[in-house]
């Protein structure tokens, strides 16, 4: 059966050429608020504080974020690329790790280099629209794959855990990580989720919680040092967890925390998953070790939910990302199939004319 998109919180709330309305994550669950955007510099300070997050999302919102606002520049061809070219720049810098952000806009870029000519032509701004639109409806279509090739390894395995969001909040819709149990439980399966806290900006307690409630779905909040504990009690079947950036070798960078869960899992004997789209596959990095992790502001550790909980001047180190091995991933859930890490390169999409 097919799941219910309706019912699921979406991140990009309303789109149009000229405006992009957001929720607004960082009130969540709490406040529930939105970001009306009609230029690029509030698309762009919406990624980078967070208030849209996730790979496919911010990826999503920066193909859209490249078209606002053009109205004002000239009809001139060269120029347009120019403007376009210094828009990506602007989009690219937001946040480093994950890849759907720069794949977005190099999606774009390359449409627009490809229709060079119509560029400056009437509607040649639809066009650009009509692009972005393109990659939001790929991205949907990922993720129901996903949601059913991740389906099939529930049937006996019913009770995930998971860390960060990579749901419905965190893509075009549905969710990656979160689309095989949104899948499963359509189908009648029997799932429920445990759901890691993840510190410091807690997107499983307010985020994961919120839309696996919001679906209906059993789930059970604990805090990130738990997870050991609930392995070992034998509570876990399968580890899901969704991706920033996987390079060509498998190795895989999301959320801080995850390559501690991968490690528990592991000595546990329980198989983990990432799920992704291939637009989180970067076939050019080679290994893990050559993906940049971005290091976010100290008060995101010193502080929960802008409460100080350590001394204000404490020296911080908060990396946002970390790389789990291939070696400790069983397989990669795409919309080309469960792919084992070290096979990657022999399932590239082949390169088409947008
Ligand atoms: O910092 P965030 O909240 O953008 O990090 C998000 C994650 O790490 C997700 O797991 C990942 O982007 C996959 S989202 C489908």
Redesign the pocket.
Known sequence: MPVDAVELPKSLVSISRARLKILDQRGLPETVAYLDCSELSEVISAIKN?AV??????GLAAAYGLVLGLDDCADEPTRIQGELRHRSQALIAA?P??V?LSWAVEQMLDFAATKAAALGEAGWRDRLYQQASKLFEADRAACRAIGIAGAALLKDKPSILT?????SL??SEF???LAPIYQAQADGLPVQVWVDETRP?L?GAR?TAYELMAHGVPCRLITDNMAAHVMSQGWVDLVL????RVARNGDAA??IG?LGVAILAKHYGIPFYV??PWS?IDLETPTGAEITI?ERAGDEVRQIQGVWTAPRDVPVFNP??DVTPAALIAGIITERGILKPAALSEHAPEVTDG
């Open positions: 967070l997050r996730g790979a496919p999302a911010i946040r790790t994950a759907n860390h960060c969001n990579a749901g965190a893509v969710g990656t990580a900006v997107q985020l967890v969704g991706a920033d999301n959320k995850t799920a992704c989180t971005e946002a990302f």
